[in-house]
């Protein structure tokens, strides 16, 4: 059961369709403190916030987030008129990001961190900052599409960045830049990539590669035996195959 559950039970039971409540609030309900990038505005009103696990409580509940008040440190919701649906993501990717979560967490309270190493590692989970540049040093293309220009690739952590320690976080050898389709297929593991770079494809995803050109490319080139470890863990761990 996700952590944020007690949240749920809570506005399946009001009775009013308004309700405004403090972090303060939320963190009696909850049982314990909100992580500190919770008390920012792109925690909140960022494109993701309703594939996030604690979203999912209220959304499911049939209410929607309203005002928010960082100076009063306190949001609104409004329940609405019928149950909203629920998104079509995952279960298993909702509790993925939920296991993200706690893993930033614990980097934001690790006191044998500076503020600069946190920062580091927290922004190598969106594939940015040092991580992306480290990748992009020896991954200068799509190894699918062929796209070059780094601007529309991706930095993607092949073991993910939720199961890293965090020398491995920010391992250049642990990533690859790729097309934000192939990436897609990558991360949630419809494709993997044996030592020797032949493509696995699951059966389920086969339909989707050819509709996506992808179908006619066997091999990605050879990969680093550095790579490889990395790519053992994803075959194992994350290839649906």
Known sequence: MSKYRPLGIYFEGLADDVVTLTFQQMEDILGFELPPYAHTASAWLNADIRKRPQAQQWIRAGWERGKLDLERKEVSFFRVKTQAPK???????????EQADEQQLKIEQDAGLSSTEKKTLINAR?????????????????RLTGVSDLEFLIASHIKPWKDCDNRERLDGDNGLMLAPHVDRLFDRGWISFEDNGDILVTDSAKAVISVWGLSGINNAGKFTKDQQVFLRYHRTHVFKG
Do not use: K, N
Not at 87 to 97: G, H, K, P
Not at 126 to 142: A, L, N, P
């Open 87 to 97: 998104i079509s993501l995952a279960q298993t990717e909702l509790d993925e990001l």
């Open 126 to 142: 969106i594939g940015q900052g040092q991580f992306r540049q480290s990748v992009s040093r020896s991954e200068q293309r799509c």
